[in-house]
């Protein structure tokens, strides 16, 4: 029998544009999610139907990510505007917790080899839409990014 989605743990650290949409989304999709931010304000921006957790705190912190039960998570994903911020909670998650799929939003290009090594993967945003653009405007699939 498949695994029901309300039983795969997902934490979405960081609740700027990007997270919110991301934890709204999923849990709308009927996943657990627990949100992380240090802002309260970034936090407010969740949906009011979001039936995940809240944590107002910093994700760098190993106490925060124990709060929000890292080691029964089944996916991390570090949405957060800072490589720097995104990689090390990406790695505390993969290498310590062990956590099966753990995703980074990262800006620079040319760390992604450094994540891939680590078995972390990678969403580049400028990338994705530079290839959606160019998809628009040539008509022509551009393939895995
Ligand atoms: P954005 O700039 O819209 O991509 O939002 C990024 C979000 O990440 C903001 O809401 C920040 O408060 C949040 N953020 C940045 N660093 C941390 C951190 N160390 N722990 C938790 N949240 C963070």
Redesign the pocket.
């Known amino acids: 029998m498949s695994q029901k989605k309300s039983d795969l743990y997902i934490i979405v650290?960081?609740?700027?544009?990007?997270?919110t949409y991301l934890a709204n989304s999923l849990s709308r999709d009927g996943y657990s999610v627990v949100v992380?931010?240090?802002?309260e304000k970034?936090l407010s921006n969740l949906a009011e139907d979001f039936g995940g957790f809240r944590i107002e705190?910093?994700?760098?912190e190993i106490q925060t990510l124990i709060k929000a039960n890292i080691e029964r998570a089944d996916v991390v994903v570090t949405?957060?505007?800072?490589d720097n911020?995104n990689i090390l909670i990406a790695q505390v998650a993969k290498t310590i917790y062990k956590v099966e799929k753990v995703v980074a939003r990262l800006y620079d290009l040319n760390r992604q080899r450094v994540y891939e090594q680590l078995d972390i993967i990678t969403v580049n945003p400028t990338l994705l839409s530079a290839r959606r653009f160019e998809e628009i405007i040539t008509g022509e699939e551009q393939g895995a990014i």
């Open positions: 650290v960081g609740c700027g544009r990007l997270g992380i931010d240090k802002d970034a705190a910093d994700a760098v949405t957060t505007n800072d911020t």
